[in-house]
C-alpha cells in the first residue's frame, strides 16, 4: 500500500518560514511527478508546485520566487521550503504523487498538514 505522510506545518508570522515534508513509503522514484497542493476551506485543492521525476518544475503565479519544491530520491522525499510567507499562503497543504503503469496514471495523496500564516 502507497502511503505518503506530511510533517512540516504549523503556525508562523507573515514573512516567516515553513519547510513541508512527505515521505512516500517504497521508492519515490516509481513516481513520475511529486506535488504540493493546499486547499482553503470551502474550496477544492489547487496545485501550488509539482517536480517531475525528470526534474521539471512548476509553480503557480502566486508562489513563485518564495516556495522551492525538492525532490530527494535517497530519503524517498520531496520538500516544500515556503519562504517569505503571507497570510494568503494559509491553508491546508496536501503532498500528491503519481505513479503511470500501463499508460494508467494512480494518484495518490497525504493525510494534509494545516499551515497558517499570521498578520
Known amino acids: 500500500q502507497v502511503q505518503l505522510v506530511e510533517s512540516g506545518g504549523g503556525l508562523v508570522q507573515a514573512g516567516g518560514s515553513l519547510r513541508l515534508s512527505c515521505v512516500v513509503s517504497g521508492s519515490i522514484d516509481s513516481f513520475n511527478t511529486m506535488a504540493w497542493y493546499r486547499q482553503y476551506p470551502g474550496k477544492q485543492r489547487v496545485l501550488v508546485a509539482e517536480?517531475?521525476?525528470?526534474?521539471?518544475?512548476n509553480y503557480v503565479d502566486s508562489v513563485k520566487g518564495r516556495f522551492t519544491i525538492s525532490r530527494d530520491n535517497a530519503k524517498n522525499a520531496v520538500y516544500l521550503q515556503m519562504d517569505s510567507l503571507k497570510p494568503e499562503d494559509t491553508a491546508v497543504y496536501y503532498c500528491?504523487?503519481?505513479?503511470?503503469?500501463?499508460?494508467?496514471?494512480?494518484?495518490?495523496w497525504g493525510q494534509g498538514t494545516q499551515v497558517t500564516v499570521s498578520s
Open positions: 500528491r504523487g503519481i505513479i503511470i503503469t500501463a499508460g494508467i496514471p494512480y494518484t495518490y
Open positions: 517536480v517531475t521525476r525528470g526534474g521539471h518544475i
